[in-house]
């Protein structure tokens, strides 16, 4: 009989896909709109005079009032001191406020986050895996999901006073849910032919439970920790924002506020959509890349090439 | 020869929302070592319902099943061959070939160079390291029967196996599959509605009529391999077997 299927050549897994050489100006597609908005902003704000110029100050000063909030301590410091050591001047670097903001902000969200993943990646598997946890949760995740967690504040400032902690709560409250819901829809969807393929071979059930229902709900695990991670981002920058803390990009925002300064505000919201930009792109993208998009269970899933 | 599977006064009941289902009834089957064995019949008429029973996915309502004179239970070695495409997709196809072998606890050497062997009885050896994504359907099901007769089972269960190939891709298996079970002398039960597929397989072929599911004749395929789907006893066979699935 003739082999019909035309067998490949056994390509080398080595071998790359030839990268298709674009322009520079296909490749900075993505920062045009950008530059589109810039534009618009700083003809507008050109126009404007006196009082209103203070409220809509120009790019250039934007990117100025940046660079003085990034530096000043350390002019301030070498203006009285101009021997100062090389240690010391990095150190006053980081009394900067704006570094300061963001250090608080960059700390707290991480860590909220990685306990929301760790208690609802745990409590999904109960509810996938045990009748009884599912009736338990199910109807409890029901009701607690559609509050915006950032209404929870008062309480938890009330209970908890202000700090670190009472945003922490929140933050990871607010992550924990959909992180919980997605993972045991996941455990629950898992391709039950899988599950009798190792069945078929005699697995037990603990067994097909670590090799065949947690990698099998991946896809669907991923994408409850990136919406996990969108809405602690949310809810931990309206948090820090409400529970009256010094130290923090939103609650900067808002101190900001009292003195009109716009500059300082578009600064801190910049690092703001910066930061959950770096963190999807650091976090998630070499995971799936290396997991399931690498496994093609996002195709299975129906999810399209993007072309960005 | 001796006799692998006895299948004695097999009954299979469901109930549904609507009605009581006889799945199967009465059947009776000698199964001897070795053998290649379809199962063939319109759709309900209870074929797959045996296998499953064979692979431990449905219970017996009533009578046996003994593998070498013993009741059949559970975790008796079997490997099973799915319609649809059950390998995981996380594990390159060398891994899902060693999956049985690792619930049996297999060194990891020894793993290795028996899904190598299995693989290469497939002849998709250079293929080892692809995950099923970057495999052909034909090549994800070779490797399937590879995973599936790689821990050395009692008996190898396929359920329409190439169902979803293409013609041409189907054929190709077909021969790959009675080259499998010349060289393994493995016994196997083949569930598939394509006759020509049966008589090209099988040394004998069960044909099932439904309501109730059951037995209507066993007909024993003679003809020498490699089988020529053209020749004129094939065809006078297999219109044989047709005539025993629809006019009953």
Known sequence: MQTSEATPVPPSLDEKKKEVRRPIWVKLRPVYPFIVILAIWQVAAMQAQGNQGRLFPTVDAIVFRAWELVTDP?????????????????WKLFESPILLHTLNTAWRLPFSFFIAAIVGT????????????????????SVLLP????????IVVIWSGIGDQTVIVITAFASFLPIAMAVWTGVKTVNPVWIRAAQSM???????????VLPGSLPMILSGLRIGLARA???????????????????????????????????????????GFVLEKVLFQPIESRTVIRWGMMEAMGAQDKKV | MVTKISIQNLRKVYDTPERRVHALEGVNLNIEDGEFICLVGLSGCGKTTLLNMLAGFVEITAGTITMDGKTLTQDYDKGVVFQEYALFPWRTARQNVEYGLEIRNFPEKERREMAFEFLRLVRLEEFADFFPHNLSGGMRQRVA???????????????????ALDAQTREELQELTVDVWQKTKKTILYVTHNLSEAVYLGNRIVVFVPNPGRIREIVRVDLPRPRDDLAPEFIKLQKHVNDLIRDF
């Open chain 1, 74 to 90: 350390l002019f301030r410091a070498l203006a009285e001191n101009p021997n100062l050591g090389i240690l010391d001047q990095v």
């Open chain 1, 122 to 141: 745990i409590v999904g598997i109960l509810m996938g895996r045990f009748a009884f946890w599912e009736s338990f949760f199910v109807p409890l995740l």
């Open chain 1, 147 to 154: 509050i915006p967690a950032i209404a929870w504040t008062p």
């Open chain 1, 202 to 212: 005699n697995a037990d059930k603990m067994t097909i439970f670590r090799t065949v």
């Open chain 1, 233 to 275: 981002w949310r809810a931990g920058v309206g948090a820090e924002a409400f529970a009256g803390i010094r130290w923090g990009l939103s609650a900067g925002i808002f101190d900001a506020q009292e003195y009109l300064d716009i500059a300082f505000m578009m600064v801190a919201l910049s690092v703001l959509g910066l930061f």
């Open chain 2, 145 to 163: 029967v590879a995973r599936a007769m790689a821990f050395d089972p009692q008996i190898l269960l396929m359920d329409e196996p190439f169902g």
